[in-house]
């Protein structure tokens, strides 16, 4: 059984940096995508960064280029989220899930993502 556990959410001020980890278990195979997730509350879950394996292709959301940043340990193990120059806006619940077997049309598409994480919250605030 797959599992995703996330780590690094926190309290922090506007233009403040934090790193979320989701450590991964359970993989049998070399053909997937890990994704990031937010949600805010009261809003829609919304695909902010992806990693594909195994050619480590990225993909982001239009909005959070140049801010935010995925990549990944060299076992594949952890995926990591940097996130720099947070907003209020950035507020959120923030999950990571998989996908097996994903083309790229599908890589910020929800609901093919089988396994989730249970989040990690990120504040900004002043």
């Known amino acids: 059984q797959a599992q995703l556990v996330e780590s690094g959410g926190g309290l922090v001020q506007p233009g403040g940096s934090l790193r979320l980890s989701c450590a991964t278990s359970?993989?049998?195979?070399?053909?997937?995508?890990v994704a990031w997730f937010r949600q805010a509350p009261g809003g829609e879950r919304e695909f902010v960064a992806a990693?594909?394996?195994?050619?480590?292709?990225?993909y982001y959301r239009d909005s959070l280029k140049g801010r935010f940043t995925v990549s990944r340990d060299s076992a594949w193990n952890t995926i990591f989220l940097q996130m720099n120059n947070l907003k209020p806006d950035d507020t959120a619940l923030y999950y990571c899930?998989?996908?097996?077997?994903?083309?790229?049309?599908?890589?910020?598409?929800?609901?093919?993502?089988?396994?989730w994480g249970q989040g990690t919250q990120v504040t900004v605030s002043s």
């Open positions: 990693i594909r394996r195994p050619n480590g292709a990225t």
């Open positions: 899930a998989r996908q097996l077997n994903p083309i790229v049309s599908t890589i910020r598409t929800k609901d093919r993502y089988i396994y």
């Open positions: 359970g993989v049998t195979s070399n053909s997937y995508a």
